[in-house]
């Protein structure tokens, strides 16, 4: 049965999330690691699809979804959000025609770098990244923890919190933030999270000054981040940590870059390393002592 490439649909996206799952926790059984993603609702993917339908592709094998990609373009950055094949067809070349039509999306969007995350123990992934030219730059943890074992804020180390509302000045001073840690304004995911009922959005304030800025969810996880200067991590994602144990989650998570303060404070709050993951990129971008995304997809 011939393999059929062909842009996504909104009735797709509930099938795409059920293969990415399901590729995701045979990666992660496979090496031990035991299953690590549940179905959701595809929010992310539907919001993706509605602002840049180039950037979601499917694989269809006899009206079955046998693959899937998603990417997303921010300024002169090109972010491979997902790229998933069915367990039992992988290493037959799908991976590599839908990388390419997801190519076609960064040459359409004028994309100069090209960037994603994917899991440290996938050899295939990394080595197919490689090959076309995205390489290692970063490693990324996924820690989670619980809120019995977080230790109260340090005397004076807290940041003042002040809810984020979607306004034009509040948005402005978000892609500031961005335009600083990243390199791009990523002012329409802001919109995307500060319309999830679920997440909570905050500028975080010292003496007046907003130093960053965090997203907590309902369920304790933390991300994205990011802070004006990188002195001003490790008071951030403690705030962020605390506000998420105030708000009531039981359970806490994080994804945190290898170079920034993070992994030190989550080890010293009892959280553990659960995935290693690693960011790769055609060029060097960011500054990942001053941002911590929120997953391998939304980054
Ligand atoms: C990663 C994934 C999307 C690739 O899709 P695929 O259809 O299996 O990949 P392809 O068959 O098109 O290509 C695999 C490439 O990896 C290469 N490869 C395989 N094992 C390798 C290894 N040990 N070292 C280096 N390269 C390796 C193959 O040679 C091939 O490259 P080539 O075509 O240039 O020779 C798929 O395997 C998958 O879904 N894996 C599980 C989930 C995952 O990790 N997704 C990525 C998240 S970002």
Redesign the pocket.
Known sequence: MPIVFRPAHADDLQRMQELVVG??N??TERHGFGSMASVGRPDFQSFSLKDDPDGLWIAEADGEIV?SALSWVCGDLWF?A??????G???????????AHTFDHARKAGATNKS????TF??????????HGMLPRLPIYLFSGTRATLKPPRQGDELHCVAIEPSASHLDTLAQLDLSALGVSREKHHRYLLGDATMKGVFLKQHGDCVGYAYVSANGHVGPLAVAEARHMGAAFRTALSQAATDGAENLSAFLPGTSEAPGIALEHGMRIRFPMVLVSTREFGDWTRYLPRN?GFM
């Open positions: 590729s995701i045979d990666l693959g491979l997902e790229l998933f094949v069915s367990p067809r992988q290493g037959s070349g799908i991976g590599n025609r839908l990388l994603l995350i994917t899991f996938n050899v295939v992934s990394q080595g197919l990244y490689i090959r391998p």
